[in-house]
């Protein structure tokens, strides 16, 4: 059902009900002579009404580290997937995020850099306990750098804050930021500039975007922290240092819930699963009978039952017989610690006084943090911002219009959620946005939704949204993936999505720069789609003054059916065009097309050439497309 709402703004577009029209046209009105439907949609953009800058790197995307980057890294010849690095050049990738979420929280960076990258923990809990990575993990924060660069793209970093650490997380900017082959040395201990130049990258990076944490907020990400929220944020903010009781401990990367039993061999190091661990507060049983530390495994007697502690890396160090005794084959090893953390100001402190330029996000993401901060100042607050069906209880739909349609809901719900969050933030605190899109849609009813022209459609409202509240930069879906979830297909191939398509249409507003401009809409067609949730508006439109001169406009129809196309007069208020524009389309010939993996494309991207009027004009917007038109000025 399609009803037009009226007095919403000032522009004058005729919501086409039957029929399709051209797909494309313009028509001169600066006559005066036209004539306006009673339905008639406005879009007025006002040219002396500068706003807020326009930021490129909203159009960033997330990338896990894990299966060598999703597959973009090709380690047989140590280099990225050049299909991919072509891929995010045509898509404008600005930003990438890394090294994931979710499955990073136990990742340690140490582990991920050098010729020798050794396994990683996935933070992904299963019901037997944390796996383990134990290949495919070639893709470390050199080889994001480099996939970055060669994108021309910059790298915002997720410090994991579970088994994170002040003196870990400072080395990690040392590593990144601080120079090579100089006598200062700015955290002590390892020089790790001095490692990265051993590495193969004598020059730093200047990574300035960090976040500490991912999503604490939740509960099945808390780990070690408490399961009541006010304790676990108050322990995110403060540190803590709980006891870990009766842990069965791990060993290369795995944990599983029933402990890893020793295979008899000499010299075996067992892990506990939350590093540091307080010097001294560990009890450790073998097959329930204690056995009794000792500073130096190296120098204890033979046959004994002890064990060496590593407090840092969280290691038990048992002998080989000749210094210590063997647990022997099929021992599961047991403790019980206390394990160490520090809260998330005393992390940031430590990496600003590696590099003082850097930006450290928050990441608690509620608005609880705010009043539990106190006077604490933090540069940035990173919020994830996700319409996720399951949660919301709309996971199974009747069809793939309904589909649709809660996309289109949920993106106009998460804008109020980000900007009611924007404005109980103090004032010089910005708000990037470290995650955002759409999860665990009905994928019976729906299968290619990940892919489609829906998704394009929802992150094109989203970008919209988030240039309009300002937000400074922004990663939204994943680069790569193993099903359809990808900006990218699953590899060789690398489809394009719908939403790779889109990225290339609109990179000219974001690569223009500038500031956003008075953009405003008037009786925007309004679809009410009965599902007991509201209605949504048609068009979704934002208008930027960029640094070449050019006004642009982007305008998303989010209309789903054939007969919604939208005929819309343009006003340029303020602003003489030299009587031509440039359009660029995303469209496909539904709302649920896809680009199907070595098929041919039926989402892509069209160019146009408009003979316009001078300040005003009609243009014909089609159901569920993306366009951008770039209207040079007149001199």
Known sequence: MLTVATGLLVVSVAAAALGSPPMWTADHVDNHSHDRGPSATTIVVSWRHPRSAVHRQVLGVNLDYFHDGQHVWDARKDRPVSRVVHALHRTDVQLIRYPGGIAANLFDWKKAVGAHRGCQVDGRKQPGGFRAFTTGNSYGPDENEMLARSAGAGVALMVPFVTGSPSDAADWVEYMDSPANTPANPNGGIDWAQRRAVNGHPGPYHVQRWEIGNEQRLPQQRYWMSGDSAVALHQYIHGASPVIA?????????????????????????????????????????????????????????????????????????????????????????????TVHAGVFTIMRAMHAVDP??????????????????????????????THFKRDGHQVWASRLEGHDRHMLGADNQRRVVASLKRDLPAHVRLPLTEFGSLWGDSNRYPSWPASMTRALYMATEWIDWLELDIPWATGGVLGSGNLRGLLGPSPGFTVSAEAVTRTAVAPLFDAGGHRLRAVVRRNPVRDPNLSAGTYRGLKVVATHGRDGAMYLLVVNRLPLRGDAVRTELKLAGFTSRGRATVRRVSGSSFHDWNRPGKKATVHLAHH??????????????????SLLRIPRAS
Do not use: M
């Open 609 to 626: 050439v408009l003979a316009i009027g001078r300040h005003r004009f009609r243009v014909t917007f089609p159901a569920h497309s993306i």
């Open 246 to 338: 009766d842990e069965r401990l791990g060993k290369d990367c795995r944990h599983p819930t029933a402990g890893t039993r020793s295979n008899g061999a000499s010299g075996q190091v067992f892990d506990v699963l939350y590093p540091p661990v307080a010097s001294g507060s560990a009890d450790v049983l073998v097959n329930g009978h204690p056995w009794a530390a000792t500073p130096n495994i190296a120098r204890s007697q033979r046959g004994a039952h002890v064990y060496q502690l590593l407090p840092r890396s969280g290691q038990v160090v048992f002998g080989n017989h000749t210094h210590g005794a063997v647990p022997r084959r099929g021992a599961v090893v047991e403790a019980t610690y206390r």
């Open 357 to 386: 330029s850097i930006q450290t996000c928050v990441s608690w993401g509620l608005k609880s943090f705010v009043k539990a901060a106190g006077g604490h100042r933090y540069d940035c607050f990173s919020a994830h911002a996700y």
